[in-house]
Antibody
Framework: QVQLKESGPGLVKPSETLSLTCTVS?????????WGWIRQPPGKGLEWIGS???????YHNPSLKSRVTISVDTSRNQFSLNLSSMTAADTAVYYC????????????WGQGTLVTVSS | DIQLTQSPSFLSASVGDRVAITCRAS??????LGWYQQTPGKAPKLLIY???TLQSGVPSRFSGSGSGTEFTLTISSLQPEDFGTYYC?????????FGGGTKVDFK
């Protein structure tokens, strides 16, 4: 059974960089699939942030421009998100998940972690 | 980027009702569309992928149809556990996008 779990700070100050890690169990990241980050501001819809392939190729939401960095550590079976220049608009529940392109979907998802941006 | 427009945004229905949610894409996405259900405080759950393939464990009252730019999620007989918000998502190419969501509430 594949499981994902997010870890990182629940509170970030404005202008700082958010760093989140997703630990995967039950499946080796290096075996394939894309691994991604999705967020959801309180009371709002879902926004895809970006994904990384097990080889290290990355894809991200153009709306977040150059603020997003996604990396993978296959030795620890983890992948990470860095989001720079945080503002209140970045307050959201952040999910990590496994995704495909084409046939397939986003599954499974982590439980999500709430990140609040406040001084 | 491909935009997805869901309708309706809100739906109120009774147990046993047949319910349909539509998702329109701004350009053709072949069959590469998925549907998710989210209940309060929980992560979204994949219901259907590739337009019409049920994810393992999903009840058969859920079905999906469509192709190209117009897609539909149908619940044949709404059950109490089906309340929540439903999202469509395309997986045609990056960047991935989600529809705005349809909240299903009970009369």
């Amino acid at each position: 059974q594949v499981q994902l779990k997010e870890s990182g700070p629940g509170l970030v100050k404005p202008s700082e960089t958010l760093s989140l890690t997703c630990t995967v169990s039950g499946y080796s990241i290096s075996s394939g699939y894309y691994w991604g980050w999705i967020r959801q501001p309180p009371g709002k819809g879902l926004e895809w942030i970006g994904s990384i392939y097990h080889t290290g190729s990355t894809y991200h939401n153009p709306s977040l421009k150059s603020r997003v960095t996604i990396s993978v550590d296959t030795s620890r079976n983890q992948f990470s998100l860095n989001l720079s220049s945080m503002t209140a608009a970045d307050t959201a529940v952040y999910y990590c998940a496994r995704n495909t392109l084409g046939d397939g979907g986003v599954d499974p998802w982590g439980q999500g972690t709430l990140v609040t941006v406040s001084s | 980027d491909i935009q997805l427009t869901q309708s309706p945004s809100f739906l109120s229905a009774s147990v046993g009702d047949r319910v349909a949610i539509t998702c329109r894409a701004s350009q053709g996405i072949s069959r590469y569309l998925g549907w998710y259900q989210q209940t309060p405080g929980k992560a979204p759950k994949l219901l259907i992928y590739a337009t019409s393939t049920l994810q393992s464990g999903v009840p058969s009252r859920f079905s999906g149809s469509g192709s190209g730019t117009e897609f539909t999620l149908t619940i044949s007989s709404l059950q109490p556990e089906d309340f929540g918000t439903y999202y469509c998502q395309h997986l045609n190419t990056y960047p991935l996008t989600f529809g705005g969501g349809t909240k299903v509430d009970f009369k």
